[in-house]
């Protein structure tokens, strides 16, 4: 679906008008979870997620049946400063890796049953590195959010957004810096892997962007210091909650785009919850700032969406126990 | 499969003669994840369980097909002492529940592919009050071993085992109190939600039960203090082992049973990882008796082998990513 927006300004209105929740449904939702045979609470977060989704969905009594996994990729100018252990071409490689088939998302989305999409974004015309100008263009930002928007499947039921992009954690790092504030060693992480020596450069490199594109502007932080991936995510997050789509975020990347989004939109994220904790250093402080609790902690630190499609299952779960339990009354167990 | 064994020497002697883990499939499946597309170690507990799971399987690629979920229902003497905030006709109810498929085990099984098996072990006639005698006589104990190793399909290749018993946190926290040490405070908790004053009788409870049955022998306290479906349990994964089926623990119930097996024979739970951190009180400290990490901490404090069952696509999700992800040879995917 094409997305309805021309202009930054346009994006910030549909942020602004964001729908919210439906109350009916959370509270028949919360009514059924109280007479489901079980004692009260025992099924612990999911009980509290499946009303979670029952509100976006509009019912109280959902199901999870198209979920979607949509992946953007990226290059990046600042990859010039060596801030990865992997050369700039993997982006393009693991992107004809996931169209073959053979990365671990694939994997994920077929154990759990997910649609997943693929968007490579100009890999050809990596953005500029950010120590030394913007890295993107207005028209790129816009052009990047709209990819994002109109990748979402209208008519799905949960959305992953995953990425792929060689220097994106350094990108990620100078943008969750820009719009939470803190400095650069703060935010600044291993990545896929940097040696000590690569971690001091990659601050350095995190730092230097900061100094030089200093805006209390969220947006305008994702266009400077971000990439088109990162600017995707945030398009396509935004997208879902226009088509009261849950969310569920993935790694500190993701966060990390999904962080301009809350920042320009307090209530932006409402739509969505922490799939999992990263082992990437910064995610914690990351999820913290957007009150966020994990749902899984299992030291991935792949990107991809893979933490967020593992957690595709729990919801899953969560949504299944709510909706196929039978009811004390329906089953004649004595209820306490 | 009917149980090898008719006498406890013999499930003893079973238990010594667990067999081990694949060597040869370990270091292939160990071979394999280094090639994958992924930086290193970037699946974080996922290839760890993997490769596990590889060796127990005897293959350096494996799948899993088959999971098989097995619940075992049993009635408790200790419930005359009022341990519980649901009457004991709710183990029945409930059964009926799992059979029509209402429960919250059953949706997840549906969910996630898995075989589920429901045995009531002789509910009419519940297991003695421990407060005043053993609970089972030996043949008792022996019969439930046997039932539940018998319920384990040799085809399986995943396991977990559930559990359902008003009044079975107390009989499970007496069991841990003799089996690992410790006074009955540490290990008695809530159950399915008793107020202070039952938590504090629970307590009473179990130290009465301590004291009448003082033994070193993990088999013997499980026969005094235990219950039918805590022995069935222990029984299945003990057959689990001998069929190289791995095995994911549930709460704490299912962990003291467990417990009783690794007490018997250090080593026998090697096959078997930890599905989630219930919320029952003493939990952690009885995995961290097993030496156990939860994959799971979402607050389940239900049984049925709910939280396991949750943890089974987690399972799913590593075997899937180690056996399905192309190598960096076969993607061209530079690996750094």
Redesign the interface.
């Known amino acids: 679906m094409q997305a309805p927006f021309e202009t930054l300004t346009a994006f910030r209105n549909l942020l602004a008008q964001s729908p919210a929740s439906d109350g009916d449904a959370t509270r028949a939702a919360q009514h059924r979870n109280a007479q489901?045979?079980?004692?009260?609470?025992?099924?612990?977060?999911?009980e509290d997620l499946a009303i979670w989704y029952a509100g976006w969905r509009g019912t109280g009594q959902p199901t999870i049946t198209a979920p979607q996994v949509v992946i953007f990729a990226g290059n990046h100018g600042v990859c010039a400063q060596g801030v990865s252990?992997?050369?700039p071409?993997?982006t393009a490689?693991?992107v004809?890796?996931f169209q073959?088939?053979?990365?671990?998302i694939?994997?994920?989305c077929?154990?759990?049953g997910a649609r997943m999409d693929v968007h490579a974004l100009t890999l050809d015309v990596p953005t500029v590195d950010f120590t030394q100008a913007p890295a993107m263009t207005e028209e790129e930002l816009i052009a990047a959010l709209q990819t994002g928007w109109a990748a979402v499947d209208p008519q799905a039921d949960l959305l992953v957004t995953g990425e792929m992009g060689i220097g994106n954690t350094t990108a990620a790092a100078a943008v969750a810096a820009a719009v939470l504030g803190g400095d650069a060693a703060r935010w600044t992480g291993r990545g896929?892997?940097v040696d000590d020596a690569g971690l001091a450069q990659k601050i350095a490199v995190v730092a230097r962007g900061l100094a030089l594109h200093a805006t209390s502007d969220p947006l305008m932080a994702l266009r400077c210091l971000g990439g088109r991936e990162l600017a995707a995510m945030a398009g396509a997050i935004a997208a879902a909650r226009h088509y009261r789509i849950p969310v569920i975020l993935d790694g500190f990347i993701c966060c990390a785009a999904a962080a301009v989004l809350e920042k320009t939109h307090p209530g932006a994220l409402d739509h969505a919850v922490a799939g999992h904790l990263s082992?990437e250093g910064a995610h914690q402080a990351l999820l913290d700032a957007l009150g966020k609790a994990p749902?899984?902690?299992?030291?991935?630190?792949?990107g991809e969406g893979?933490g967020a499609?593992?957690a595709i299952?729990?919801l899953?779960?969560a949504v299944?126990?709510h909706s196929?339990?039978?009811t004390f009354a329906?089953?004649?167990?004595?209820d306490?």
Do not use: I
């Open positions: 489901l045979t079980k004692p009260p609470a025992a099924l612990g977060r999911l252990a992997f050369p071409e993997v490689q693991m004809a890796n073959h088939g053979g990365a671990a694939n994997q994920l077929k154990v759990f896929t892997g082992a749902l899984l902690n299992l030291g991935l630190r792949l893979s499609a593992l299952a729990v899953q779960g299944a126990c196929g339990m039978a329906e089953a004649g167990v004595s306490g």
